[in-house]
């Protein structure tokens, strides 16, 4: 499964009637009829909020529909109130686990230890960012047209990619990943140096530090978590 459980900026974490649908694969108005119908049950737990979706573009004659904020409490009521299909059990198990990691991502966030990680990061990722800009003017006289522009984009793609985060997702990224994520550009700064005083061609370079990622990757434990706003 996908993202099924978020957190807002307030740190409020939550569900959505959408996502319910989805995995439990039922009609989404199905969702909204119960949640309407059982007002006064779901506000027992919390005031719920929702917002307008409007159709996709290309979609005629779509109506714009309400999407649902459930917390916790109401997202596990509201599957109690649909069919013991085996999707809707499923998706209970997985709901249920996606809501504790996504509190104890929040708590560990919170934490010094998170903090001090993520201020060393920052400064790995300076260095590496100097011997990056050193790499453009490298490549620009190889023939590049396009790695000046670039290159930062580049080697963050990979370094992401490697971790399995999206952009942005550093600011969130739980402690485990921030670790490697400083050890990843740390080895980028040294491939790229070591290449450069080689002659090593900018492709190749990119090539190695791509290669040299994966290798580590094999041996890091990075637990799936849940996203975190930025």
Same mark, same amino acid.
């Given at each position: 499964?996908?993202?099924?459980?978020?957190? @807002?900026?307030?740190?409020? +974490?939550?569900?959505? /009637?959408?996502?319910?649908?989805?995995?439990? @694969?039922?009609?989404?108005? /199905?969702?909204?009829?119960?949640?309407?119908?059982?007002?006064?049950?779901?506000?027992?737990?919390? #005031?719920?909020?929702?917002? +307008?979706?409007?159709?996709?573009?290309?979609?005629?004659?779509?109506?714009?529909?309400?999407?649902?904020?459930?917390?916790?409490?109401?997202?596990?009521?509201?599957?109690?109130?649909?069919?013991?299909?085996?999707?809707?059990?499923?998706?209970?198990?997985?709901?249920?686990?996606?809501?504790?990691?996504?509190?104890?991502?929040?708590?560990?966030?919170?934490?010094?230890?998170?903090?001090?990680?993520?201020?060393?990061?920052?400064? #790995?990722? *300076?260095?590496?960012?100097?011997?990056?800009?050193?790499?453009?003017?490298?490549?620009? @006289?190889?023939?590049?047209?396009?790695?000046?522009?670039?290159?930062?984009?580049?080697?963050?793609?990979?370094?992401? /990619?490697?971790?399995?985060?999206? $952009?942005?997702?550093?600011?969130?990224?739980?402690?485990?990943?921030?670790?490697? +994520?400083?050890?990843?550009? @740390?080895?980028?700064?040294?491939?790229? *140096?070591?290449?450069?005083?080689?002659?090593?061609?900018?492709?190749? +370079?990119?090539?190695?530090? $791509?290669?040299?990622?994966?290798?580590?990757?094999?041996?890091?434990?990075?637990?799936?978590?849940?996203?975190?706003?930025?």
């Amino acid at each position: 499964m996908n993202e099924i459980v978020f957190a @807002d900026k307030q740190n409020n +974490i939550f569900t959505t /009637s959408e996502i319910v649908a989805l995995y439990a @694969d039922v009609q989404h108005h /199905s969702v909204t009829r119960i949640l309407r119908e059982y007002q006064k049950d779901f506000e027992e737990f919390g #005031v719920y909020g929702f917002e +307008i979706h409007k159709p996709n573009s290309g979609n005629f004659g779509g109506r714009p529909e309400k999407i649902y904020r459930l917390n916790e409490q109401q997202a596990t009521l509201l599957l109690t109130y649909l069919k013991n299909t085996d999707p809707v059990r499923v998706f209970k198990k997985e709901l249920v686990k996606r809501f504790y990691l996504m509190r104890e991502a929040l708590r560990e966030r919170q934490s010094t230890e998170w903090l001090m990680t993520r201020k060393q990061g920052k400064l #790995v990722r *300076r260095s590496e960012t100097d011997v990056l800009a050193q790499l453009a003017t490298y490549a620009t @006289d190889q023939g590049s047209t396009n790695m000046e522009k670039n290159v930062y984009r580049i080697y963050t793609k990979l370094v992401n /990619s490697l971790v399995g985060i999206q $952009k942005g997702g550093r600011e969130t990224a739980p402690f485990k990943t921030l670790s490697v +994520i400083a050890f990843l550009e @740390d080895m980028i700064l040294n491939t790229v *140096r070591q290449e450069m005083e080689n002659g090593t061609y900018y492709k190749e +370079i990119f090539r190695k530090c $791509k290669a040299n990622g994966e290798t580590i990757m094999r041996f890091a434990y990075l637990p799936t978590q849940p996203a975190l706003p930025a």
